[in-house]
C-alpha cells in the first residue's frame, strides 16, 4: 500500500492553537441534547481510541468519562459545552487537546474575517506580556501603544491574575509564557471589526488604555486542509549584513514553503542563516524535516513520533543546492510544536546553534476533527522523542546559547537574541570548526 | 541455503548460495570413468579428460577416499552462519541421510527454531511462532543438494561437461581449474590446490555479477576431509559458515524428518484457501494485465482531508502514485524498476531504500497476489469468525523476517476481505493497520477492491477507486523520478 504510506505521513498536525469562542455564540438548536450527548461522546471516544499512550499517561480516562458526564445535562448552550470538554481534555495534561469554535475558525474566504489583525506583536519578557512591536501602517501604529509596554489587561482580563493562576497551577516559565502571549494574541486576532482594550504600563511605570480596532488581514492566508482552518501566513526575509540571511515566518504551512526554499538556495554559499522561530507556534510537523533538507547533504533523523500501534520518524532528506553554512535558530517561549520539533531536531544533530530563550515543551502531533456541534476538537495522536530518546512535550527546548531581551531592549527596538545569533555566526565563519573531512562543508 | 536464499530475495543469490552449500557437505566428486557428452574426438581433447580425471581423483583421495564416502548412511552438521557485522549470527544443525531425508534446524534470532524437513514425501518447513508451510520444488530441490553428502559419487551426472583451463593465481597460490557445466548449462569454475589436492575456491557466473565460495580450515573428520571455514561472496553479501562439528553415521530417528501428522488437516485447509481465493478472485487473469491505472480519493476520516489519487502501474513493478491534496498539495512516490522514489511540496526529493522500499516494490507488483505463497512460505489457520453477516478465515502469513500480518478470506467469495498487517510510514515509520476492502467489482475477470478502508489509532483512511483501466499504453518514462 506505498500510496497510502504517503498520506500517513501527514496525519501530524504541530500546532498549537488557542481559540476563543466570539463573544455571541449561536443559542442552542432544537435537537440540543441529542447534538450535546453525541459531541460529549464523540470527544470522549476520539481521545480513548487514538490517544498516543494506552495507559494516559495514568489517568483513568473511563473515570474521567464518567465524572464529566454527570455534569453534562445541566450544560444549556454550546458555551458551557465547550468548557466542559476543555475542562475534561484537561484532565490529561497535555497540549494539543483543545475545542476551537467553528465561529472562530476559517474554512472559506468569506470567513476570512472571522481573523482579525491589530498589528500589535506581543512577547514574553522578564515574566511580564509585553508589545514586542507594532506593525507599520496597521491602526495601532498611530496609537499611544510602544514595544516594551507591559500588558496589564485586555479588554475585562487582568493578565496577572492570570499568570499567578499559571504559576500557582505548576506551569513553568516558558508555559506561562505561551499560554498568556496565545491568549492575548486570539484576542489581538478578534473578527474584523471587534473593538479590543488594551491597559499597558509603560517603561515610566504609567498605566494607560487604548482601545484597538482589529482589521483585515490582507496577507496570504494557508488553504484549509480537511477540518484543520486556513490561517494568516506572513514570512520575512532580510539580508542582514556580513552575507547573512534571516527567515522569519509565522507558521509551518504551504504557502511559506516556496518562499523559505527559494530564500535557502539564495543563502551565498560563505554565507549564514538565521531561522528566527520565536512566538511560530507550528503547524503541519513533517515541514520541520521537509525545510531541514535545504539545509542538509546527509540523512538524518530529527525524531520520531510515537503512536499507540507505530511511529513515524522525521527523517530529513538532503535537497539538492542546500545550504550547508552555519544556521542559527531563534526561540522563545512562543516557539511551540513543529517550532520545537524542528529547533530540537537541528540542535541535536549539531546542524543549528538555538539562540533565545527556552521553548514552552508543547510538542504533540495533532489533528483536527469537526464535532456535531459543528466545533473542532484538536486531539493529539503522538509524541515526539529526539533521535537520543528525550521527549519535547513538557520539557521544551534548552537553546545552547540562553539570551533573554529586556523590556529595555523592546523599547529601544534592540534584538539581542538576533544580535548574540549574528556574533556567533561571524565568528564562526571566520573560525569554523574543523569538519570530519577537513574541508568546510559549506565548500561542497 | 535455501534460509539465506530467501532472506536475500533475490534468485541470483539463491544460486550462489546452492554452490555454497555443496560445500557444506561434501564436495562433489567426478568419477574417473565418466566420459565427456561432447568430447572432441582428438589427442588433445583426451589429454585434457585425462588431466581433469586426474584432478578429481586426486581430490577425491584427499577427501579421503571414495570407498569412505559410499559407506556414509547418516550426516549431522553444526555450524554457524554469519550474514556480516551487526547481524546476528544462526546455529544451523543439519540432519541428512543417504536416501534422501533432511532436516535443517535454523536459530532465527527473534522467532527461534525454523525446520526445513523432507520424510521422503513431503518436504516441509515450521516455526512454532510464524507458522509451517510445504516447500516450493526449487527450496526443496536446494535443500537435498546441500545435504547430499555422496554428491562425490554421482558428480558425473550432475556435471557432463567438464573443461579444464589455465592456471590461476589465487591470494598467492597457484590453483588447477577446471568448468563444469551442468544439465541445464550452468557453469561453475572449481579451483584445487596443486599441493594438497583439495578443491578450495569456487566461481560462478550469476547475471552480471560472479559468486564465489572459499573453503579453508580442512579437518579430518572420521577420515574425511571436511572445510570447517567457508566465506561465500555475492556482490556486497558477505556469509560466514563456520563448522562446528561434523558426524557421520550417527542413525536418525524418521520421526525428525516427518511431517507432524496434526499439521496436515491446516496445511490442506490453508492451500485450499489460498487456492480458491486465487481461481475465485480472477488472479490467474493478472498474467494478462501488462499497465494498469487508477483513479480515486483518498479520505482521512479523522481530519476530513480529501486527496484526488492516480496512480500508473506497469510490469514487471513500474508504478507511480501521484496524490493532490488542499492545503499539503503535490506527493509522489515512484519505482523506475531501480530506483524507489518520493517526492512533495513539502519534503522535496528522497529515495527509498530498505523495508520501505521492499513495500514499494511489493506494492507496485501487478502479479502481487500471484506470488502471496511464494512470499510468504509460512502460514498460519486461524480460527474462523463470524463478520456480521458473513463468515471469514483467516491466514497468518509470515516470512523469516517475521509476521506479515494475518489476512481474512470470505469463505463464500473466497476474496481477500481484511488484512491485519504493517505498513512502512515513510523512511523509518511503521504502523500496524487493518484494512478492509469491499465493493469488489470485475474488472477483465479480476476482482478488485472499489473501497479499502486503512484504521488505526491515530486514523481511518478510505480510498474509493473511481476507475480502472488495464493494458493502456504507459510510457517508462511515466515512472522516472521527479526531483522538483
Known amino acids: ?319 539538492t543546492s542546500a545550504f550547508l553554512g552555519p544556521v542559527a535558530v531563534l526561540i522563545d517561549s512562543g516557539s511551540a510544536s513543529t517550532s520545537e520539533i524542528m529547533a530540537a531536531g537541528l540542535q541535536e544533530s549539531g546542524r543549528a546553534r538555538i539562540f533565545g530563550e527556552a521553548s514552552p515543551g508543547a510538542a504533540l502531533p495533532s489533528q483536527m476533527k469537526t464535532l456535531p456541534t459543528g466545533d473542532l476538537l484538536q486531539y493529539a495522536v503522538a509524541d515526539v522523542q529526539t533521535p537520543k530518546g528525550v521527549l519535547i512535550e513538557g520539557r521544551g527546548v534548552t537553546p545552547d546559547q540562553a539570551v533573554k531581551p529586556s523590556l529595555a531592549d523592546l523599547a529601544a527596538g534592540r534584538d539581542p537574541v538576533l544580535d548574540a545569533a549574528q556574533q556567533w555566526l561571524e565568528a564562526v565563519r571566520r573560525h569554523p570548526a574543523p569538519s570530519p573531512t577537513g574541508q568546510p562543508r559549506n565548500q561542497k | 541455503m535455501t534460509l539465506g536464499m530467501k532472506w536475500s530475495r533475490s534468485g541470483a543469490r539463491v544460486r550462489l548460495l546452492v554452490v555454497a552449500l555443496l560445500a557444506l557437505g561434501l564436495s562433489p566428486r567426478v568419477l574417473s570413468v565418466e566420459t565427456p557428452v561432447a568430447a572432441p574426438p582428438v589427442d588433445a581433447a583426451a589429454d585434457e579428460q585425462a588431466q581433469i580425471r586426474d584432478i578429481v ?172 571455514h567457508t566465506v561465500r561472496h555475492f556482490g556486497q553479501q558477505v556469509v560466514d559458515v563456520k563448522m562446528l562439528s561434523v558426524l557421520y553415521n550417527e542413525p536418525a530417528d524418521p520421526v525428525l524428518f516427518a511431517l507432524p501428522a496434526a499439521w496436515i488437516d491446516d496445511t490442506n485447509e490453508v492451500q485450499r484457501v489460498l487456492n480458491n481465493y486465487l481461481r475465485l478472485s480472477g488472479a490467474a487473469n493478472l498474467d494478462r494485465v501488462q499497465t494498469r491505472f487508477t483513479k480515486g480519493v483518498l479520505e482521512n476520516a479523522a481530519t476530513g482531508l480529501k486527496t484526488a489519487t492516480v496512480t500508473y502501474q506497469k510490469r514487471p513493478n513500474l508504478f507511480l502514485n501521484k496524490q493532490e491534496a488542499p492545503g499539503i498539495g503535490q506527493t509522489m512516490q515512484g519505482f523506475d524498476g531501480k530506483t524507489g522514489w518520493a517526492w512533495s511540496e513539502l519534503e522535496g526529493y528522497r529515495t527509498m531504500a530498505g523495508a520501505e522500499l521492499q513495500q514499494m516494490i511489493g506494492g507496485a507488483d501487478l502479479a502481487g497476489p500471484l506470488r502471496l505463497q511464494a512470499v510468504c512460505p509460512l502460514r498460519k489457520l486461524l480460527e474462523e469468525t463470524q463478520d456480521g453477516d458473513r463468515r471469514l478465515v483467516g491466514i497468518a502469513l509470515a516470512t523469516f523476517q517475521g509476521p506479515a500480518g494475518n489476512f481474512y478470506f470470505d469463505t463464500k467469495t473466497f476474496y481477500l476481505v481484511r488484512a491485519e498487517t504493517f505498513v512502512q510510514a515513510g523512511p523509518s515509520g511503521q504502523l500496524k493497520i487493518v484494512a478492509d476492502f469491499s465493493d469488489f467489482r470485475d474488472v477483465d475477470g479480476i476482482m478488485l477492491p472499489f473501497v479499502t478502508t486503512i484504521t488505526n489509532p491515530a486514523m481511518r483512511i478510505v480510498e474509493r477507486v473511481e476507475s480502472v483501466q488495464q493494458n493502456v499504453p504507459l510510457d517508462d518514462a511515466v515512472f522516472v523520478p521527479r526531483k522538483e
Request: glycine share 10%; aromatic share 8%.
Open chain 2, 57 to 228: 581423483n586426486r581430490w577425491l583421495d584427499a577427501l579421503g577416499g571414495d570407498w569412505r564416502i559410499e559407506r556414509l548412511r547418516f550426516a549431522d552438521y553444526h555450524s554457524v552462519i554469519s550474514f556480516g557485522p551487526g547481524l546476528p549470527a544462526i546455529d544451523t544443525y543439519v540432519r541428512a541421510t543417504a536416501d534422501g531425508a533432511y532436516r535443517y534446524d535454523y536459530e532465527l534470532p527473534k522467532f527461534g527454531r525454523l525446520t526445513q524437513a523432507f520424510d521422503g514425501q513431503n518436504a516441509w518447513q515450521q516455526n512454532a511462532e510464524l507458522g509451517f508451510g510445504l516447500l516450493s520444488p526449487a527450496e526443496h530441490a536446494q535443500n537435498l543438494g546441500g545435504v547430499d553428502f555422496r554428491a562425490p559419487i554421482k558428480v558425473g551426472a550432475y556435471f557432463p561437461v567438464r573443461k579444464l583451463l589455465p592456471d590461476a593465481t589465487i591470494n598467492g597460490r597457484r590453483l588447477r581449474v577446471i568448468e563444469l557445466t551442468d544439465r541445464q548449462g550452468g557453469q561453475t569454475k572449481w579451483f584445487f590446490d596443486p599441493t594438497t589436492g583439495l578443491r578450495v575456491h569456487i566461481e560462478a557466473n550469476i547475471g552480471p555479477d560472479v559468486a564465489t565460495v572459499d573453503f579453508s580450515d580442512f579437518r579430518r573428520v572420521q577420515g574425511i576431509q571436511e572445510p570447517f
Open chain 1, 1 to 319: 500500500m506505498p500510496k497510502i504510506g504517503a498520506l500517513l505521513l501527514l496525519l501530524g498536525v504541530g500546532l498549537l492553537r488557542a481559540e476563543e469562542a466570539p463573544a455571541a455564540a449561536p443559542p442552542p438548536a432544537d435537537d440540543w441534547v441529542d447534538k450535546r450527548e453525541k459531541t460529549f461522546a464523540t470527544v470522549w471516544e476520539t481521545v480513548n481510541e487514538s490517544y498516543y499512550d494506552a495507559t494516559f499517561g495514568g489517568v483513568d480516562w473511563l473515570a474521567v468519562r464518567e465524572k464529566y458526564h454527570g455534569d453534562l445535562a445541566a450544560v444549556a448552550d454550546n458555551d458551557g459545552l465547550r468548557r466542559l470538554l476543555q475542562r475534561m481534555l484537561g484532565e490529561l495534561r497535555r497540549t494539543h487537546f483543545a475545542i476551537m469554535p467553528r465561529e472562530a475558525a476559517v474554512f472559506t474566504p468569506g470567513e476570512r474575517v472571522r481573523i482579525g489583525t491589530t498589528g500589535v506583536e506581543v512577547a514574553y519578557v522578564e515574566n511580564v506580556v509585553a508589545i514586542a512591536g507594532i506593525k507599520a501602517g496597521s491602526a495601532a501604529a498611530h496609537l499611544d501603544l510602544h514595544p516594551g509596554d507591559t500588558i496589564r489587561r485586555i479588554d475585562d482580563r487582568d493578565i496577572g491574575v492570570m499568570g499567578d493562576y499559571l504559576k500557582q497551577a505548576g506551569c513553568s516559565p516558558a508555559r506561562c509564557g505561551l499560554y498568556l502571549t496565545q491568549f492575548i494574541s486570539s484576542r489581538l486576532r478578534s473578527a474584523v471589526g471587534t473593538k479590543v482594550t488594551l491597559t499597558v504600563r509603560g517603561l515610566d511605570g504609567a498605566e494607560r488604555s487604548v482601545e484597538l480596532t482589529c482589521e483585515a488581514n490582507e496577507g496570504p492566508w494557508s488553504e484549509p486542509m480537511g477540518d484543520f482552518p486556513s490561517m494568516p501566513v506572513e514570512c520575512t526575509v532580510r539580508h542582514l549584513p556580513d552575507r547573512i540571511d534571516y527567515l522569519h515566518f509565522n507558521i509551518f504551512a504551504r504557502p511559506i514553503m516556496k518562499e523559505v526554499k527559494s530564500t535557502l538556495k539564495s543563502v551565498p554559499v560563505d554565507g549564514a542563516l538565521v531561522i528566527d522561530l520565536r512566538g511560530n507556534p507550528g503547524g503541519i510537523s513533517i515541514m520541520a524535516s521537509g525545510i531541514s533538507g535545504w539545509l542538509s547533504d546527509h540523512v538524518f533523523s530529527m525524531g520520531t513520533m510515537h503512536m499507540r500501534q507505530g511511529h513515524i520518524g522525521y527523517t530529513v532528506s538532503p535537497q
